[in-house]
Nanobody, 119 residues
Framework: QVQLVESGGGLVQPGGSLRLSCAASGSISRIRNMDWYCQAPGKEREWVARVSAGGSTTHADSVKGRFTISRDYAKSMLYLQMNGLKPEDTAVYLC?????????????WGQGTQVTVSA
């Protein structure tokens, strides 16, 4: 079992920045990849960014150059640095973990943290 708890969301003006955090606990040695997803009201869940097992990172085109995913293995933390925020970034952001040996990208999900970008 893996538990994921996100934090760091809030209300920010367009152009502002936020840093989301995700604390992982439990069977963290089994975690392969960690991802961020977002879900806005009335929209489908979207993938935002990934840190692979080897530490390489990928980002969705919509956030490339503005958001940066990172992982602190020693602290069992996942981060999402969000710069240049736009109103369309408003969503609940969720942290996920995929486990070694699993054929799923995301075996565990956090509860999410709300990000609202508004003037």
């Amino acid at each position: 079992q893996v538990q994921l708890v996100e934090s760091g969301g809030g209300l920010v003006q367009p152009g502002g920045s936020l840093r989301l955090s995700c604390a992982a606990s439990g069977s963290i040695s089994r975690i392969r990849n960690m991802d961020w997803y977002c879900q806005a009201p009335g929209k489908e869940r979207e993938w935002v960014a990934r840190v692979s097992a080897g530490g390489s990172t990928t980002h969705a085109d919509s956030v490339k150059g503005r958001f940066t995913i990172s992982r602190d293995y020693a602290k069992s933390m996942l981060y999402l640095q969000m710069n240049g925020l736009k109103p369309e970034d408003t969503a609940v952001y969720l942290c996920t973990a995929g486990l070694m040996g699993s054929n799923q990208i995301a075996d565990y999900w956090g509860q999410g943290t709300q990000v609202t970008v508004s003037a």
